[in-house]
């Protein structure tokens, strides 16, 4: 009974209210008031490349410590190793700036040795604290932090009935009685208050990060802001300036330095066609390129939750936004998949297909080079074709138009007319292959899907499926994070390839 | 749909009805969201919570309010999309609803009768849909017949049973009988109409746009009750109220409501020419990318605050809305539940 769920959440949803703890640390406070008087010696002055990655670092451990209810000497949060790579990076800069800097940086590498022998937990122990007084069976940790499985062990010992979860597992919850929030409110969605999926959300984080409310309006002019606001206690602690604001901590992307780590990747030195592109950032410090055009699609996974049929369907790669779960090659191979297995369909019969493929791609892009793609985009139209579509065509994947008779004005225009029926045909071919290909990727895809757990999924981020008899090699249902927010252009052969990317690079 | 009657047939002095009472079409009190119930884990069936039926009446208002030169604009945020284009969409279908038997049968006979002979045709005959092949006409003691072949047969039909006669599609199957609605009590008691009139003919009385295999769980798999004065039960689909041409259950019924997925590349020629009385976008992503289409129609734009592009769609809707005419008083449809964001705007029909 779907709808009786659905009928529970707008009733979670009138009757939420949202609270805010927050937990004293002098250890944690030294750190924040090292922190930000070092960045106010920087101010607003860009910093160089070395500077850089330090208080990138500096600006991480900052944010898993206030992320992570666990005590600061947990293995997970490698600040032992954090203070020796950062004295290492500080040994480097001490001869070319400031001593001063200098020495403030030090003061908040020493603020980190110090943390690192700290097995207190007063975080932990306020979130512990209220999940029992909640009713143990309704509850639910949500937690921002890296160290997922550490701090689901820690919560599993002391609240078995309480499970630790993500923002990406919020939507699809139905209605807990309590929901302990471990950090700001910032760094969350917003919805966490305007939709609620819990009577009660309490935030809790340390005091010396002071948190920002975010607007749960989307409708300019709202009268009123839909959903719940945050309730402080009656007494709280007023912020001073030795705080450090969550937004100065929150996680940012350098989409430059992004950039920049995938045009130094190896390339096939082929004959590639230049195509807009769009970043994406994946799951488990992922990213990907995908095509901005009009024409290429793929595989989007929908309706993964527990309880439904995860089903898999085409979209255009351009639609493609965070929080949808999509399906590429991670192992055995780069780009799209559908080819290779599509060639093997076909058998022998498939390297001439591909070769007349080749062919009148090679010569309309010969023809754009010599004419320009305006005019051969206005020639095509005078000719009779009404959308030619000519960045799609180009495109190495795209195989024929759907009206025979444009396909024909298209190959006699770029001199292949004595062949255009062959050509028709072979593509033909391939199209019924791609066809089959996809079908029979997606039946399986969607049979793995139903005998995994949606939830597991949904937590880390991806599943490595391995279709066995397919070319396929290892398929990663992956989520999307985030969107660059500018296009680019970059080769085919840069596309939908997977790479990984270390945090310290451009996670602020 | 091709060959769809009512396309554009939302003339007439009906449009301006109020909300409760009669509606155009032939729709009585009570009001399908007083009459659905839905099932509660208990199996017990309960009246509709308020916010589902807020989002039946807002769908009735923008289907009726046909202001000339005008079109209405509203956006919806609230904090789960389920069943909420269902809902909104039930309220637009109902209230544009017309009667075929209350149509002329002898303007659609001489219709029918013009279209070259072998044109396929399908109609009502009772509780049954038939399919045909045209074969011009005939008078019979003096009484003016249509000529068709069923297959096996020809057969005649005098012009006063005309009705529902309509062209077939090419693309859908030839089927030569069949029963007509399936879940016909629960149609006429959740609308209130003849639900072999409602079945018979394909009309667009609303475009849905969003993910598909999302509003077939909402409409297709989620059984609801309607109560009969007696006490007893009836159960349904919301489907079987809107007829979604994406959820047929046979091959060659009558739609009438389109549904588009908002991911889609290219919409459908036939979509493109029409103009549904309200088009309702489930999601973010089919009103940032194809609202340049259907300009002439009203427009309900849903937003679920939890979906990842809800912020891009609430630009669009905040951009579009600061372009307009005017902003549209609600007032009338009572105060929103708390869970929602509502917004609407008048703009002029280019």
Same mark, same amino acid.
């Given at each position: 009974m779907r709808f009786a769920g659905t009928a529970h959440r707008y009733e979670i949803a009138q009757r939420a209210t949202a609270t805010r703890e927050t937990v004293s640390s002098p250890l944690i406070r030294v750190l924040a008031n090292q922190i930000r008087k070092l960045s106010r010696q920087f101010g607003d002055d860009e910093v160089d490349a070395e500077w850089a990655t330090f208080l990138r670092r500096l600006r991480r451990t900052m944010r898993e410590l206030v992320a992570t209810p666990l005590s600061p000497a947990t293995p997970a949060l490698r600040l032992e190793e954090t203070g020796d790579y950062l004295s290492e990076l500080l040994r480097h800069l001490t001869p070319a700036y400031d001593p001063s800097t200098v020495a403030q940086a030090s003061l908040c590498v020493t603020a980190i040795r110090d943390l690192s022998q700290s097995w207190e937990n007063p975080f932990g122990d306020l979130v512990s604290e209220i999940l029992s007084t909640a009713s143990p069976t309704s509850s639910a940790l949500l937690i921002k932090s890296p160290h997922l499985e550490e701090i689901s062990r820690w919560l599993a010992d002391l609240h078995p009935n309480a499970p630790t979860i993500t923002e990406f597992e919020v939507p699809k919850l139905h209605g807990l009685d309590c929901l302990v929030v471990a950090g700001p409110s910032l760094w969350f969605p917003a919805h966490l208050l305007s939709a609620p999926r819990a009577e009660t959300i309490c935030f809790v984080h340390y005091d010396s990060v002071t948190d920002r409310p975010q607007p749960t309006h989307l409708l300019g002019g709202s009268h009123r802001p839909p959903g719940t606001s945050i309730r402080t206690a009656a007494i709280e602690r007023t912020s001073t300036d030795d705080d450090l604001d969550a937004g100065f901590i929150a996680s940012t992307v350098d989409w430059d330095a992004l950039a920049r780590l995938a045009a130094s990747r190896p390339r096939s030195g082929g004959d590639e066609e230049a195509v807009p592109a769009n970043l994406f950032l994946l799951a488990g410090g992922f990213a990907v390129y995908l095509e901005a055009g009009d024409g290429p699609r793929i595989d989007v996974v929908s !309706? @993964? !939750? %527990? +309880?439904s049929k995860p089903r898999l369907r085409g979209e255009p790669t351009r639609t493609v936004e965070p929080g949808n779960y999509i399906v590429l090659r991670s192992e055995g191979g780069s780009g799209d998949y559908i080819p290779g297995i599509a060639d093997a369909l076909l058998g022998k019969s498939a390297k001439e297909h591909r070769e007349l493929q080749r062919l009148w791609k090679s010569a309309l892009r010969k023809a754009v080079a010599e004419r320009s793609n305006a005019r051969v985009e206005r020639e095509l139209k005078a000719l009779g074709i009404r959308s030619p579509n000519l960045r799609y065509r180009m495109w190495s994947g795209s195989l024929r138009s759907e009206r025979p008779e444009d396909f024909r004005i298209l190959m006699d225009y770029i001199g292949l007319g004595d062949q255009k029926d062959r050509i028709w045909n072979a593509m033909g071919h391939l199209a019924d292959a791609h066809l089959r290909a996809g079908q029979e990727v997606r039946k399986r895809l969607e049979e793995k899907l139903l005998s995994s757990d949606p939830d597991a999924i949904i937590r880390s981020g991806r599943l490595d499926v391995r279709l066995d008899g397919t070319d396929a090699g290892t398929l990663s249902v992956v989520r999307v994070e985030r969107r660059a927010p500018d296009q680019t252009t970059l080769d085919e052969?840069? @596309? %939908?390839v997977m790479f990984k990317v270390e945090a310290d690079l451009w996670q602020g | 749909m091709a060959g769809a009657r009512n396309v554009n047939n939302l003339g007439g002095s009906s449009r301006n009805t109020p909300l409760t009472g009669r509606v155009p079409g032939g729709l009585a009190t009570p009001l399908p969201e007083d009459r659905l119930r839905y099932l509660t884990r208990d199996g017990l069936a309960e009246t509709l919570p308020p916010w589902a039926s807020y989002l039946v009446r807002l769908g009735r208002h923008v289907a009726l309010? %046909?202001?000339? +030169?005008r079109r209405l604009v509203v956006g919806v945020t609230l904090?789960? %999309?389920?069943?909420a284009a269902a809902f909104t969409s039930l309220g637009v279908s109902a209230a544009v609803y017309e009667d075929p038997e209350e149509q002329d049968p002898r303007l659609n006979f001489e219709r029918i009768a013009s279209l070259p002979q072998g044109t396929s045709i399908r109609f009502r005959r009772q509780r049954f849909l038939y399919a045909g092949s045209l074969r011009g006409t005939k008078t019979i003691n003096g009484v003016d017949h249509l000529q068709y072949f069923d297959g096996q047969s020809l057969c005649s039909l005098p012009w006063h049973k005309c009705n529902s006669v309509e062209v077939l599609d090419p693309s859908k199957s030839f089927v030569r009988r069949r029963p007509l609605a399936p879940n016909a009590d629960f149609v006429s008691r959740a609308l209130g109409v003849d639900p072999l009139s409602h079945a018979s003919v394909t009309s667009l009385d609303c475009l849905m746009i969003g993910v598909k295999e999302l509003l077939c769980s909402d409409l297709v798999d989620e059984p609801f009750a309607v109560a009969s004065p007696a006490g007893s039960k009836c159960h349904g689909f919301l489907n079987d109220l809107l007829r979604c041409d994406a959820f047929e259950? #046979?091959? #060659?019924d009558h739609d009438r409501t389109a549904v588009l997925a908002g991911s889609t590349d290219e919409v459908p020629e036939r979509l493109v020419q029409a103009v549904p009385p309200v088009v309702v976008f489930d999601g973010p992503q089919g009103f940032v990318r194809l609202r340049n289409y259907w300009l002439r129609s009203s427009w309900i734009v849903l937003l679920d605050r939890t979906s990842p592009g809800v912020a891009a769609g609430a630009d669009a809707f905040n951009q579009e809305r600061s372009l307009s005419l005017e902003d549209a008083d609600l007032g009338v449809l009572g105060v929103?539940? !708390?869970a929602f964001e509502v917004h609407g705007y008048y703009e002029v029909i280019q």
């Amino acid at each position: 009974m779907r709808f009786a769920g659905t009928a529970h959440r707008y009733e979670i949803a009138q009757r939420a209210t949202a609270t805010r703890e927050t937990v004293s640390s002098p250890l944690i406070r030294v750190l924040a008031n090292q922190i930000r008087k070092l960045s106010r010696q920087f101010g607003d002055d860009e910093v160089d490349a070395e500077w850089a990655t330090f208080l990138r670092r500096l600006r991480r451990t900052m944010r898993e410590l206030v992320a992570t209810p666990l005590s600061p000497a947990t293995p997970a949060l490698r600040l032992e190793e954090t203070g020796d790579y950062l004295s290492e990076l500080l040994r480097h800069l001490t001869p070319a700036y400031d001593p001063s800097t200098v020495a403030q940086a030090s003061l908040c590498v020493t603020a980190i040795r110090d943390l690192s022998q700290s097995w207190e937990n007063p975080f932990g122990d306020l979130v512990s604290e209220i999940l029992s007084t909640a009713s143990p069976t309704s509850s639910a940790l949500l937690i921002k932090s890296p160290h997922l499985e550490e701090i689901s062990r820690w919560l599993a010992d002391l609240h078995p009935n309480a499970p630790t979860i993500t923002e990406f597992e919020v939507p699809k919850l139905h209605g807990l009685d309590c929901l302990v929030v471990a950090g700001p409110s910032l760094w969350f969605p917003a919805h966490l208050l305007s939709a609620p999926r819990a009577e009660t959300i309490c935030f809790v984080h340390y005091d010396s990060v002071t948190d920002r409310p975010q607007p749960t309006h989307l409708l300019g002019g709202s009268h009123r802001p839909p959903g719940t606001s945050i309730r402080t206690a009656a007494i709280e602690r007023t912020s001073t300036d030795d705080d450090l604001d969550a937004g100065f901590i929150a996680s940012t992307v350098d989409w430059d330095a992004l950039a920049r780590l995938a045009a130094s990747r190896p390339r096939s030195g082929g004959d590639e066609e230049a195509v807009p592109a769009n970043l994406f950032l994946l799951a488990g410090g992922f990213a990907v390129y995908l095509e901005a055009g009009d024409g290429p699609r793929i595989d989007v996974v929908s !309706e @993964l !939750e %527990r +309880g439904s049929k995860p089903r898999l369907r085409g979209e255009p790669t351009r639609t493609v936004e965070p929080g949808n779960y999509i399906v590429l090659r991670s192992e055995g191979g780069s780009g799209d998949y559908i080819p290779g297995i599509a060639d093997a369909l076909l058998g022998k019969s498939a390297k001439e297909h591909r070769e007349l493929q080749r062919l009148w791609k090679s010569a309309l892009r010969k023809a754009v080079a010599e004419r320009s793609n305006a005019r051969v985009e206005r020639e095509l139209k005078a000719l009779g074709i009404r959308s030619p579509n000519l960045r799609y065509r180009m495109w190495s994947g795209s195989l024929r138009s759907e009206r025979p008779e444009d396909f024909r004005i298209l190959m006699d225009y770029i001199g292949l007319g004595d062949q255009k029926d062959r050509i028709w045909n072979a593509m033909g071919h391939l199209a019924d292959a791609h066809l089959r290909a996809g079908q029979e990727v997606r039946k399986r895809l969607e049979e793995k899907l139903l005998s995994s757990d949606p939830d597991a999924i949904i937590r880390s981020g991806r599943l490595d499926v391995r279709l066995d008899g397919t070319d396929a090699g290892t398929l990663s249902v992956v989520r999307v994070e985030r969107r660059a927010p500018d296009q680019t252009t970059l080769d085919e052969d840069q @596309l %939908r390839v997977m790479f990984k990317v270390e945090a310290d690079l451009w996670q602020g | 749909m091709a060959g769809a009657r009512n396309v554009n047939n939302l003339g007439g002095s009906s449009r301006n009805t109020p909300l409760t009472g009669r509606v155009p079409g032939g729709l009585a009190t009570p009001l399908p969201e007083d009459r659905l119930r839905y099932l509660t884990r208990d199996g017990l069936a309960e009246t509709l919570p308020p916010w589902a039926s807020y989002l039946v009446r807002l769908g009735r208002h923008v289907a009726l309010q %046909r202001v000339p +030169g005008r079109r209405l604009v509203v956006g919806v945020t609230l904090p789960t %999309r389920d069943f909420a284009a269902a809902f909104t969409s039930l309220g637009v279908s109902a209230a544009v609803y017309e009667d075929p038997e209350e149509q002329d049968p002898r303007l659609n006979f001489e219709r029918i009768a013009s279209l070259p002979q072998g044109t396929s045709i399908r109609f009502r005959r009772q509780r049954f849909l038939y399919a045909g092949s045209l074969r011009g006409t005939k008078t019979i003691n003096g009484v003016d017949h249509l000529q068709y072949f069923d297959g096996q047969s020809l057969c005649s039909l005098p012009w006063h049973k005309c009705n529902s006669v309509e062209v077939l599609d090419p693309s859908k199957s030839f089927v030569r009988r069949r029963p007509l609605a399936p879940n016909a009590d629960f149609v006429s008691r959740a609308l209130g109409v003849d639900p072999l009139s409602h079945a018979s003919v394909t009309s667009l009385d609303c475009l849905m746009i969003g993910v598909k295999e999302l509003l077939c769980s909402d409409l297709v798999d989620e059984p609801f009750a309607v109560a009969s004065p007696a006490g007893s039960k009836c159960h349904g689909f919301l489907n079987d109220l809107l007829r979604c041409d994406a959820f047929e259950t #046979n091959a #060659n019924d009558h739609d009438r409501t389109a549904v588009l997925a908002g991911s889609t590349d290219e919409v459908p020629e036939r979509l493109v020419q029409a103009v549904p009385p309200v088009v309702v976008f489930d999601g973010p992503q089919g009103f940032v990318r194809l609202r340049n289409y259907w300009l002439r129609s009203s427009w309900i734009v849903l937003l679920d605050r939890t979906s990842p592009g809800v912020a891009a769609g609430a630009d669009a809707f905040n951009q579009e809305r600061s372009l307009s005419l005017e902003d549209a008083d609600l007032g009338v449809l009572g105060v929103p539940p !708390e869970a929602f964001e509502v917004h609407g705007y008048y703009e002029v029909i280019q």
